[in-house]
């Protein structure tokens, strides 16, 4: 018998026209007409209808009063039995804390950890969020170099980088730009690290529902009780439900000490601060009810992975290795000749096609000689991107 829903992910699903109106952070609402933005990483993809319904029920319900502080009961229970289930990290739903955003629960872990002149290590390149976590609290970055043509983790050249100002240790896991999912042993020595030097954990976890089979994600707290009682792990709705315009993620604390230090700090018991009572409803139906969802993206996301990789390589002067995690690509383009900066201008002004440049604003020092492309989008959307940067590459090649 044949399916009888409708496929979520073809071409006909991504509404450009709509998303010109809507998407922005550097993409579609932000590009000239006719660029493709393979930018910020969300989806090009309509959530799924029963987070629509849900909005719209809760909506017609006519009150939308204040929440409660600390978030929705139904919210933290969902999350919490999520947590315990998905990533195996026995957490109760008091311990669970909504945020504006993962990025907003990294800057306030940041905060927790770290007084002004504080060291915080991070990984380089990474997302540059973390970086912006470090600063807005007053602490200071320590780069942890990353060989991005292997992704292999310097773990003894990390060691060496702690000082007794060290306070806290930064991991994205899966881990934006380069797609890496950290192994198990890297995560107990990375742990070790961490109990050995009384250093707090900001494990951020928002791309852990993109993994691409055979790799499997491992939470850094669910290896042992040591270091699960020094680590803060971060989620967010944005990458795996397609959120990111709810402004809703959270946070699970080890203990409830560490859980009211964070709630202080929040300031959500002043009402100055707190997540939309629509955003957790939303949140709530996408734990409970659309991980269907989740899962046909994730088919889609591994034939656009791989048919990008294949494409990208094909080019002169690009390599590119396939993530195992994230729907992000981060080809390394010093083979042509240009820098990330030039290779991402010369692809907009040539190719139309706008891509994040492996600056040290966006990812760390460390990025330079890549570009970073986001593949969330339809099938068709790709590969017209593709042809029209393959054409612009051979054209600057026969020059
Ligand atoms: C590693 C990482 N953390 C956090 C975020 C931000 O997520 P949110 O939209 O929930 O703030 C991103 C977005 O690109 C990310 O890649």
């Given at each position: 018998m044949s399916?009888?829903?409708?496929c979520?992910?073809?071409?006909?699903?991504?509404?450009v026209?709509l998303l010109r109106?809507?998407?922005?952070n550097g993409?579609?609402?932000?590009?000239?007409a006719?660029v493709i933005?393979?930018?910020?990483a969300d989806?090009?993809?309509?959530?799924?209808?029963e987070?629509?319904?849900?909005?719209?029920?809760y909506?017609?319900?006519?009150y939308?009063?204040?929440?409660?502080?600390?978030g929705?009961p139904?919210?933290?229970e969902?999350?919490?039995?999520?947590?315990?289930?998905?990533k195996?990290i026995p957490v109760?739903?008091?311990?669970?804390?909504?945020?504006?955003?993962?990025a907003?629960?990294?800057f306030l872990?940041a905060?927790?950890?770290l007084a002004?002149g504080?060291?915080a290590i991070l990984?380089?390149?990474?997302d540059?969020l973390?970086g912006?976590a470090?600063?807005?609290?007053?602490g200071?970055r320590v780069?942890?170099?990353?060989d991005?043509?292997?992704?292999q983790?310097d773990l003894d050249?990390?060691a060496?980088l702690?000082?007794?100002?060290?306070?806290?240790l930064c991991l994205?896991n899966p881990?934006?730009?380069?797609?890496?999912?950290?192994?198990?042993?890297?995560?107990?020595?990375?742990?070790?690290?961490a109990?050995?030097h009384?250093l707090?954990?900001?494990?951020d976890?928002?791309?852990?529902?993109?993994?691409y089979?055979?790799?499997?994600h491992?939470?850094?707290a669910?290896l042992d009780?040591g270091?699960a009682?020094?680590?803060?792990s971060?989620?967010?709705?944005?990458?795996?439900?397609?959120?990111?315009?709810?402004?809703?993620?959270?946070?699970a604390?080890?203990d409830?000490?560490t859980?009211d230090a964070l709630?202080?700090?929040s300031?959500?018991?002043?009402?100055?601060e707190?997540?939309?009572?629509l955003?957790?409803?939303?949140a709530v139906?996408?734990?409970?009810?659309?991980?269907?969802?989740?899962d046909?993206?994730?088919?889609?996301l591994?034939?656009v992975?791989d048919?990008a990789v294949a494409?990208l390589?094909a080019?002169?002067?690009?390599?590119?290795t396939s993530?195992e995690?994230t729907?992000?690509?981060f080809?390394?383009v010093?083979?042509t000749?240009?820098?990330s900066?030039?290779?991402a201008s010369y692809l907009?002004?040539?190719?139309h096609v706008a891509?994040?440049?492996g600056?040290?604003r966006w990812?760390g020092p460390?990025a330079?000689?890549?570009?970073?492309?986001c593949f969330?989008?339809?099938?068709g959307?790709?590969?017209?991107?593709l042809?029209r940067?393959e054409?612009?590459?051979?054209r600057?090649?026969s020059?």
């Open positions: 399916d009888p829903r409708p979520l992910f073809s071409d006909d699903q991504v509404n026209e109106q809507r998407a922005y993409r579609w609402a932000m590009q000239p006719g933005p393979l930018t910020a989806p090009d993809f309509p959530v799924a209808p987070i629509r319904a849900a909005i719209t029920d909506v017609a319900g006519g939308l009063s204040y929440g409660s502080p600390e929705l139904e919210f933290r969902i999350m919490a039995a999520t947590i315990g289930s998905r195996r109760s739903p008091g311990l669970i804390l909504p945020t504006n955003s993962a907003a629960a990294m872990v905060r927790y950890a002004p504080d060291e990984f380089d390149p990474v540059f973390f912006a470090v600063d807005a609290a007053g200071r780069y942890s170099p990353v991005k043509a292997q992704g983790f050249g990390l060496a702690i000082t007794p100002r060290t306070r806290l994205c881990h934006n730009p380069l797609g890496r999912v950290l192994r198990q042993d890297e995560l107990a020595a990375l742990g070790e690290l109990v050995e009384d707090t954990i900001m494990s976890e928002i791309w852990s529902d993109v993994v089979p055979p790799h499997e491992t939470s850094i669910s009780a270091i009682a020094r680590t803060i971060i989620y967010g709705l944005s990458k795996s439900h397609g959120l990111a315009g709810l402004r809703v993620g959270f946070l604390a080890p409830p000490k859980f709630v202080d700090l300031r959500v018991q002043t009402t100055a707190g997540v939309s009572t955003s957790q409803v939303a139906v996408a734990y409970r009810d659309c991980w269907y969802w989740v046909a993206l994730l088919q889609h591994t034939a992975r048919y494409r390589n080019m002169p002067g690009v390599r590119c993530p995690g729907y992000v690509l080809p390394d010093t083979g000749g240009m820098s900066a030039q290779a907009l002004e040539e190719a891509v994040v440049p600056l040290p990812f460390g330079e000689g890549n570009i970073r492309l969330s989008t339809s099938m959307i790709v590969r017209t991107a042809d940067m054409q612009a590459l051979a600057r090649n020059q």
